[in-house]
T-cell receptor, first 113, second 110 residues
């Protein structure tokens, strides 16, 4: 009974490169959420997706960031032309519709050098 | 914009002491959740409170949701070193995306 799987766990990118973060939700969960956490801070909501639909992307920067949750395969958070300020831990969570509890993955720690 | 303020931000206590962490907002939430996060890991859900005035107990941890559903507290009795970690409260509103507090970093010294 695998939980929420995120990969890679650690990602190093040079400024200007692209970063792709993947998230496979728990089995049976059709709702995926992405959050960003800066050091010593709480998590900030970025985007909420269901299969093939973006439900709420109000927390995502308008430029360089995009997210998808295709019919088959994991959810992808894509950051184009990364900058130093993108360095953070990115967490994915999933839930069953109508369930109050969210299960988080272990996160991807992005470092931009 | 909904905000959740947690206090204190840092807490260092001796094993066996009691402590309370507070989570306050001017906004009403449909539910409030408490998580614990270990270094290098994602948050792990401890409890969800839904009804105003609700009290839930999880062994030595007691969670309370305010009557107006704007605030919550976490009380730990006889803290142990294993309780060390980052405690996060998170409120859920109609759009079902969580609003997180900034966290309380607890250290329990043996």
């Amino acid at each position: 009974n695998a939980g929420v799987m995120q990969n890679p766990r650690h990602l190093v990118r040079r400024r200007g490169q692209e970063a792709r973060l993947r998230c496979s939700p728990m089995k049976g969960h059709s709702h995926v959420y992405w959050y960003r956490q800066l050091p010593e801070e709480g998590l900030k909501f970025m985007v909420y997706l269901q299969k093939e639909n973006i439900i709420d992307e109000s927390g995502m920067p308008k430029e360089r960031f995009s997210a998808e949750f295709p019919k088959e395969g994991p959810s992808i958070l894509r950051i184009q032309q990364v900058v130093r300020g993108d360095s953070a831990a990115y967490f994915c969570a999933s839930s069953i519709q109508g369930d109050y509890g969210y299960t988080f993955g272990s996160g991807t720690r992005l470092t931009v050098v | 914009t909904q905000l959740l303020e947690q206090s204190p931000q840092f807490l260092s206590i001796q094993e066996g002491e009691n402590l309370t962490v507070y989570c306050n907002s001017s906004s009403v939430f449909s539910s409030l959740q408490w998580y614990r996060q270990e270094p290098g890991e994602g948050p792990v859900l401890l409890v969800t409170v839904v009804t105003g005035g609700e009290v839930k107990k999880l062994k030595r941890l007691t969670f309370q949701f305010g009557d107006a559903r704007k605030d919550s507290s976490l009380h730990i009795t006889a803290a142990q070193p294993g309780d060390t970690g980052l405690y996060l409260c998170a409120g859920e509103s109609g759009r079902r995306a969580l609003t997180f507090g900034s966290g309380t970093r607890l250290q329990v010294q043996p």
